[in-house]
């Protein structure tokens, strides 16, 4: 039987580890416009550097977590100025041994040292998994610069909120079944992720990367890991998430404070995400004042990669100022 400790969120959080190179239907679209990629660094507050990859030109979508995202959201280079970069200590960003610089904090900051770096007056932050509470902490903080909201399967507003057994997912011990588990477990014990980090990372990835998606028929849309970059391996990943899970632990916002993001929000949320669970897509739409729930039925944390042809089409929608006709307002139980 599969179990986890009190270590389960930075278990789950790093099935995201290695993620994948997705292949967008609208990509080949994107560059026989001649739409030109920039990449980057971005110096930060405190002397790091963010890698960073622009493509577009248009009203300007800012999406942390490039890692997980960009190679889904090119496509919308076609209309948008697409802006997309590794978080402090993740993919190419530089790497931090200063474990008190891996904050949320850090990275509400570091958003909008980004948006000073392009001159971006207004623009829409897409937050991914944890980024999803970080963009709306952002939008408290910088409601002047926020025009819009789209969060994919943010986490609980509160850390470890338990919500209903029907929007809670709990199926680890199918997913993971004959997959290696067992054989992974063992391989961390012995120390082979200290040794061989990078060939334990991918031997990681071809097991945990089944939590990513509804169905297990689906996994091969996750593409490879992303093995190649360090701060990836789990022996560095899981270091970094310690941190960044405790600074979100220590979060308190009272819901009353979500009334200050008065700009439309729209949350998309797969029904079977084990990595934030579908309760939380959920209670985001209800409290944030203008805010509306798109589900992806049989969707797991990567919905937008499994099911991008109901993701983006309300995306785009959405960014064209009007309310997807699966969006919907979820009210106060």
């Known amino acids: 039987m599969v179990k986890f400790g009190i270590k389960r969120a930075?278990?789950?959080a790093a099935v995201v580890i290695c993620s994948f190179e997705t292949v967008v239907v609208l990509e080949a679209r994107v560059r026989s416009a001649g739409v030109h990629l920039e990449q980057g660094y971005i110096p930060t507050h405190d002397g790091s550097k963010l890698y960073y990859e622009?493509?577009?030109?248009?009203?300007?979508?800012?999406?942390?977590?490039?890692?997980?995202?960009f190679d889904s959201f090119r496509q919308l280079g076609d209309q948008y100025t697409v802006i997309s970069y590794d978080m402090r200590n993740r993919g190419k960003s530089e790497h931090i041994e200063d474990g008190s610089k891996l904050t949320i904090q850090n990275d509400v900051r570091d958003l909008e040292t980004v948006r000073q770096h392009f001159g971006a007056n207004k623009f829409t932050p897409v937050g991914y998994s944890y980024l999803g509470l970080m963009v709306v902490m952002y939008a408290m903080e910088h409601p002047q610069h926020v025009e819009r909201i789209?969060?994919?399967g943010p986490v609980p507003l509160k850390f470890g909120t338990r919500y209903p057994p029907d929007e809670m997912q709990n199926d680890l011990d199918q997913v993971f079944e004959g997959r290696g588990w067992g054989e992974l477990q063992q391989l961390r014990k012995s120390g082979y992720a200290e040794s061989h980090p990078k060939d334990f990372c991918e031997k990681d990835w071809q097991v945990m990367r089944f939590m990513l998606i509804g169905d297990p028929a689906n996994v091969g849309k996750l593409g490879k890991s992303l093995c190649d970059m360090p701060n990836e391996w789990p022996v560095n990943l899981n270091k970094h998430f310690q941190y960044i899970f405790t600074s979100i632990q220590r979060l308190d916002i009272p819901k009353e404070e979500l009334k200050k993001v008065t700009m439309p929000v729209l949350t998309i949320h797969g029904t079977k995400d084990r990595n934030a669970p579908y309760g939380s897509g959920k209670e985001w739409a209800r409290n944030l004042p203008d805010?509306?729930?798109?589900?992806?039925?049989g969707g797991a944390h990567q919905s937008f990669v499994e099911y991008p042809e109901q993701v983006f089409p309300a995306i785009r929608t959405f960014l064209h100022r009007k309310w997807p006709e699966?969006?919907?307002k979820v009210n106060q139980p």
Do not use: M
Not at 54 to 69: E, H, N, S, V
Not at 291 to 297: D, F, G, S, T, Y
């Open 10 to 12: 930075i278990v789950l």
């Open 54 to 69: 622009k493509i577009g030109t248009g009203p300007i979508l800012i999406a942390p977590g490039r890692l997980f995202l």
């Open 150 to 152: 789209v969060q994919l």
């Open 291 to 297: 805010a509306r729930l798109v589900n992806i039925k």
């Open 326 to 328: 699966q969006a919907v």
